[in-house]
């Protein structure tokens, strides 16, 4: 059997990695190894449905393979039309029908944070507010008590101020789980977006009472609050595009 030959053999039975590298090796392995029919045996162990067209569905089974092998990076957004100077949260908290917090909190407020976490606080709850990822939180002062044995509920509405349209984030949910390894209570609602989005449902916001850690089962003292819509948008320019979405009324 010649060179040749059994170069023809063994390429069929590679993977695109190993094809690719061999036509790194010299100029008449590279010859050889751009030939489509082998580039139609890698295809066909990934996507074997394509190959049972005549021809292949882009150019050449190499392209295909080439574009479409790894899986795509996250993209790159634009730069969003929205900004936190330009948004104020409503935010209403109620124990049952007692109205216990209610607040507008400007946008660039809930964006700048809490800077300084109380002393006293748990270390795990620290490292989250000290994370990299975008959480809207606001400090609360003074703290205020909530009792665990009452039904505790929350609205948030957001407002743009260049077009006095209001949009809702989370309508009058209920906290019903509290994290004490994290000393946070939290609530949830599923975004509103705009008709034109219909293809992006079920992105939820979060609310959490942040909470320290005064022993008392009964009662929990709030330090501050926090917003966040982790299993979406987790970066600034995330946040901003999520929230140009929502169903503006």
Partial sequence: ???????????????????????AVCKQWRDMAQDDYFWKCVCAKRWPSVCKRRDPPTVTYYKLY????KRQGRQILLPPRLS???LEFFIDIWTEDKLIFSEVVPGPALHTGIKSPPPGICDRLRFQLEGPDCKMTLPVEPGFKVPLSKTVSVSVLVGRKDSNRVAC????????????????????????????HPFVPGIRAWISLLFMDDRNDSVIDVFGIEMDFCDAAKSRDEVLWLLDILDWK
Avoid: H
């Fill in 66 to 69: 080439q574009t479409f092998y």
């Fill in 169 to 196: 984030i989370i309508n009058k949910s209920i906290f019903d789980y509290i994290d004490r390894t994290s000393y946070r209570a939290m609530a949830f609602d599923y975004l509103g977006l705009s008709p034109a």
């Fill in 84 to 86: 936190f100077d330009n």
């Fill in 1 to 23: 059997m010649s060179y040749e030959e059994i170069l023809k053999a063994v390429f069929p039975l590679l993977e695109g990695a190993d094809l690719a590298s061999c036509m």
